[in-house]
């Protein structure tokens, strides 16, 4: 299967500074990125849809200031969680996919801010 | 409404043995398809099967294959002889639309499922 890698997969970081995740596409170009977190327990639920070349699309209450969201290449997207605070703690994932039927995910990204 | 309905919050199963895990979806889209991830204690989010809205035929991956109900809107995951690796949580999710590019996805709230030597 296609290979995605997240890089950190678990970071701390103070409250009140950005952190930036990154999603590469390692063995195909990624014509489309998502960026999802996950709560303990709980399901994915998608913040945004990311396309080469084009701003990303949020979902209804996810703060684009907040969290920025970059897919300069068709190999990377990043996420920069700005301005941290301890409610943004959760584990982001992304997921990468070029047109075919299943997207395939990173390893996630454990977040949490003191 | 959910899109996506993981009855079973967990799960036990014998080893060797075969497990069921339910899923219905809720979806007005002549067009859509049916994913099952399973996420280990790591993390990872790791593509087991797919099934299509219009493939006439159920899916099968290996151990894994897909009840897929289409009058009944379900879509349950089958996996035969259950290995201690299969413990692990497993979301059921579903893309509507015809698939390519852009494909959104909703995940159900998955079902954990333990392995018992």
């Known amino acids: 299967g296609a290979v995605v890698s997240q890089h950190p997969s678990r970071v701390i970081c103070k409250s009140g500074t950005s952190v930036k995740i990154e999603c590469r596409s390692l063995?195909?170009?990624?014509?489309?990125m998502f960026w999802y977190r996950q709560f303990p327990k709980q399901s994915l639920m998608l913040m945004a849809t990311?396309?080469?070349?084009?701003?990303?699309?949020?979902e209804q209450g996810v703060e684009k200031d907040k969290f920025l969201i970059n897919h300069a290449s068709l190999t990377l997207s990043t996420l920069t969680v700005t301005s941290a605070h301890p409610e943004d703690s959760s584990f982001y994932i992304c997921?990468?996919?070029?047109?075919?039927?299943?997207?395939?995910f990173g390893q996630g990204t454990r977040l949490t801010v003191v | 409404a959910q899109k996506i309905t993981q009855t079973q919050p967990g799960m036990f199963v014998q080893e060797k043995e075969a497990v069921t895990l339910d899923c219905t979806y809720d979806?007005?889209?002549?067009?859509?398809?049916l994913f099952w991830y399973k996420q280990p204690s790591s993390g990872e989010m790791i593509f087991l099967i797919y099934?299509?809205?219009?493939?006439?035929q159920n899916a099968t991956e290996g151990r894994y294959s897909l009840n897929f109900q289409k009058a009944r809107k379900s879509a349950n995951l089958v996996i035969s002889a259950s290995q201690l690796g299969d413990s692990a949580m497993y979301f059921c999710?579903?893309?509507?639309?015809?698939?390519?590019?852009?494909?959104?996805?909703?995940f159900g709230t998955g079902t954990k499922l333990q392995v018992i030597p």
């Open positions: 063995d195909f170009q990624a014509t489309t």
């Open positions: 099934q299509g809205s219009y493939d006439q």
């Open positions: 997921s990468a996919s070029w047109g075919r039927t299943e997207a395939f």
């Open positions: 990311s396309n080469e070349g084009s701003k990303a699309t949020y």
């Open positions: 979806t007005s889209d002549p067009s859509y398809g």
């Open positions: 999710a579903m893309r509507e639309g015809p698939g390519g590019g852009y494909q959104k996805v909703t």
